[in-house]
């Protein structure tokens, strides 16, 4: 604790007395000065002793006394020392009552007690709450450390929300929250998302406070992490703001978890190129291998259902969020996800099937999708770069690849479509039709059906309604003849013609399939 009014009250050697303000000794001596000038406000810092001998004051005047106390008392002045003896043989009774009304402690000093000897006290005071802050931080450092080698980052929690007497919680590159201690503080915790989400947005490193006296408690956030990108952060919850050997102990936790989070990206950068191998076994066709390389990383992951999910972009950091969204949803779920980066602008996850990281991809796609549709209504979010990611049906080891070319499949549909997310089911369980409204289909179909056309329009027959009918009726001519409301022979002459202006033949399941799909798309497309 720092020096206060009481314990210099109490120092043997100094003898002094409290005339006023008995009530408020306990606040804080942050320096003693000696000022015999008549206004010494302009010189102070707040948290003062002033020691006066009343050598250019007034000291029996109360307007005048009343004047400089309120001045005291503004400049956070905390407490007047008055030397009796050399100028006033007691405290004149004016200044005891002004200090009195305006509750600044005043503290009588006898003539055998030099001001320097105070200024000594205060001084050597200061330096042994310093000495014990700086102990306790050191202490408070091989706490941390000895708790971060044997149990982790939780470990290193528990020991920080301890020393500081509050509460801590580590949060992830996403914002979410990894771990918390005490346990009750996992709710306070998760209600700083936001504020931790906007601190990661900031340069690194960056640290800010939320909360203050209205609220249940003051938190200091602080990210971790050397790079451009934080990789986690760190919060405190405290009743008040932290003395200085909390403020030790806080930043060690910093350095500790910033050591960490390194030491994991060495990691992780291992863990990805294990990744990368065991997806290339898988599509190369060698399950067995792929396991025996993955042995315990990815759990049941290989052996259960799954997904496979491909995401490409133009710019890497639509990327970088789907895979923090997938990475930190399998995270706080204990869900094994397989994740490899083919290059800045690609991405291959293996998911489960059902599982919480496929649930966080569509997720992320669909506010992906939604800041698309803001950007081409006019509201520019900030968040308009292209992503489309394809999503594979449920397979197993043995079908990784029929899955991985799913997810490409899937992944061009969306590419053409100006979607975010596409899955292959969708695709299998819908029309073919959407997929006609390719440019390069319908200028085919175009191509082809434009002789047709161009006879229908001369008024000589209606080639183009009597083919799209017989084709329909799967070429019975009483049928379609009658849907077109023409006799049978009418229809046969017409089919000729479409022969003869095509050059093709209609016995020819080949033709017809064309045909067909040219007509769908000409229709499609009006």
């Given at each position: 604790m720092?020096?206060?009014?009481?314990?210099?009250v109490h120092?043997?050697?100094?003898?002094?007395?409290?005339?006023?303000?008995?009530?408020?000794?306990?606040?804080?001596v942050?320096?003693v000065?000696?000022s015999?000038?008549?206004?010494?406000?302009?010189?102070m810092?707040?948290?003062?002793?002033?020691l006066?001998?009343?050598?250019?004051?007034?000291?029996e005047?109360?307007?005048?006394?009343?004047?400089?106390v309120?001045?005291l008392?503004?400049?956070?002045?905390?407490?007047?020392?008055?030397?009796?003896?050399?100028n006033?043989?007691?405290?004149?009774?004016?200044?005891?009552?002004t200090?009195?009304?305006?509750?600044l402690?005043?503290?009588?000093?006898p003539?055998?007690?030099?001001?320097i000897?105070?200024?000594?006290a205060?001084s050597?005071?200061?330096?042994?709450?310093?000495y014990?802050?700086?102990?306790?931080?050191?202490?408070?450092q091989?706490?941390?450390?000895?708790?971060a080698?044997t149990?982790?980052?939780?470990?290193l929690l528990a020991?920080?929300?301890?020393?500081?007497?509050?509460?801590a919680?580590?949060?992830?590159a996403?914002?979410?929250?990894?771990a918390?201690?005490?346990?009750?503080a996992?709710?306070r915790?998760?209600?700083?998302?936001?504020d931790v989400?906007r601190l990661r947005?900031?340069?690194?490193?960056?640290s800010?406070?939320?909360?203050?006296?209205?609220n249940?408690?003051?938190?200091?956030?602080?990210?971790?992490?050397t790079?451009r990108?934080?990789?986690?952060?760190?919060?405190?919850?405290t009743?008040s703001a932290?003395?200085?050997?909390e403020?030790y102990?806080?930043h060690?936790?910093?350095?500790?978890?910033?050591l960490?989070t390194?030491?994991s990206r060495s990691?992780?950068?291992a863990?990805?190129?294990?990744?990368?191998?065991?997806?290339r076994l898988?599509l190369?066709?060698h399950?067995?291998?792929?396991?025996a390389?993955?042995g315990?990383l990815?759990?049941?992951?290989?052996?259960?259902?799954?997904?496979?999910?491909?995401g490409?972009?133009?710019?890497?950091?639509?990327?970088d969020g789907?895979?923090?969204?997938?990475?930190?949803?399998?995270?706080?779920?204990?869900?094994?996800?397989l994740?490899?980066?083919?290059?800045p602008?690609r991405?291959?996850?293996?998911?489960?099937?059902?599982?919480?990281?496929?649930?966080?991809?569509?997720?992320y796609?669909a506010?992906r999708?939604?800041?698309?549709a803001?950007?081409?209504?006019?509201?520019?979010?900030?968040?308009?770069?292209?992503?489309?990611?394809g999503?594979?049906a449920?397979?197993g080891?043995?079908?990784?690849a029929?899955a991985?070319k799913?997810a490409?499949?899937?992944?061009s549909?969306?590419?053409?479509?100006?979607?975010v997310?596409?899955?292959?089911?969708?695709?299998?369980?819908?029309?073919?039709?959407?997929?006609?409204?390719?440019?390069?289909?319908?200028?085919?179909?175009d191509?082809?059906?434009?002789?047709?056309?161009e006879?229908?329009?001369?008024?000589?027959?209606?080639?183009?309604?009597s083919?799209r009918?017989w084709?329909?009726?799967h070429?019975?001519w009483?049928?379609?003849?009658?849907?077109?409301?023409?006799?049978r022979?009418?229809?046969?002459y017409?089919m000729?013609r479409?022969?003869?202006?095509?050059?093709?033949?209609?016995?020819?399941?080949?033709?017809?399939?064309?045909?067909w799909?040219?007509l769908?798309a000409?229709?499609?497309?009006?």
């Open positions: 720092p020096p206060t009014l009481a314990s210099l120092h043997s050697a100094l003898k002094l007395t409290v005339r006023a303000g008995e009530d408020r000794l306990d606040v804080p942050r320096w000065h000696a015999e000038l008549a206004d010494p406000v302009p010189y810092e707040g948290g003062e002793l002033l006066i001998t009343a050598l250019k004051l007034d000291a005047d109360p307007k005048a006394m009343r004047r400089y309120k001045r008392v503004g400049a956070g002045v905390v407490g007047l020392g008055f030397a009796v003896g050399v006033y043989d007691e405290i004149p009774q004016a200044l005891v009552d200090a009195g009304e305006e509750g402690p005043l503290l009588e000093v003539r055998r007690t030099p001001f000897a105070i200024s000594k205060v050597a005071a200061i330096a042994a709450d310093q014990r802050s700086v102990t306790a931080g050191f202490a408070a091989r706490e941390l450390t000895k708790q080698l149990d982790g980052p939780e470990g020991a920080l929300a301890a020393q500081v007497d509050g509460w919680a580590l949060y992830d996403s914002g979410a929250v990894v918390t201690a005490p346990e009750w996992g709710r915790a998760a209600r700083l998302t936001a989400e947005d900031r340069a690194a490193p960056a800010s406070v939320v909360g203050g006296p209205d249940e408690d003051r938190v200091e956030l602080h990210t971790l992490g790079g990108r934080p990789r986690a952060a760190l919060a405190v919850g009743e932290l003395g200085t050997a403020r102990a806080v060690s936790a910093i350095a500790l978890l910033t960490t390194e030491r990691l992780q950068a863990h990805e190129r294990i990744g990368a191998a065991v997806l898988l190369a066709g399950p067995d291998h792929a396991r390389v993955a315990d990815y759990g049941g992951l290989l052996d259960a259902p799954f997904r496979i999910i491909v490409e972009s133009a710019d890497g950091d639509p990327l789907l895979a923090e969204a997938v990475e930190s949803a399998a995270a706080r779920s204990g869900e094994a996800v994740v490899v980066a083919e290059g602008e991405l291959v996850v293996l998911a489960v099937d059902g599982g919480v990281a496929v649930e966080a991809c569509g997720e796609a506010t999708e939604a800041g698309r803001s950007s081409t209504a006019g509201e520019h979010t900030g968040d308009e770069s292209e992503l489309v990611v999503l594979s449920p397979a080891p043995i079908a990784a029929g991985y799913q490409e499949q899937a992944l549909v969306a590419r053409r479509r100006g979607r997310l596409v899955e292959h089911e969708r695709l299998a369980a819908g029309s073919v039709l959407p997929l006609l409204a390719d440019d390069a289909v319908r200028a085919f179909a191509g082809l059906l434009r002789p047709l056309a006879h229908d329009a001369t008024g000589r027959g209606d080639l183009v309604a083919l009918a084709l329909s009726r070429g019975q009483d049928a379609a003849a009658a849907d077109l409301g023409v006799h022979h009418t229809l046969r017409r000729r479409v022969e003869e202006i095509l050059g093709r033949s209609l016995d020819d399941p080949d033709v017809r399939m064309e045909l799909l040219a769908k000409t229709a499609a497309a009006e």
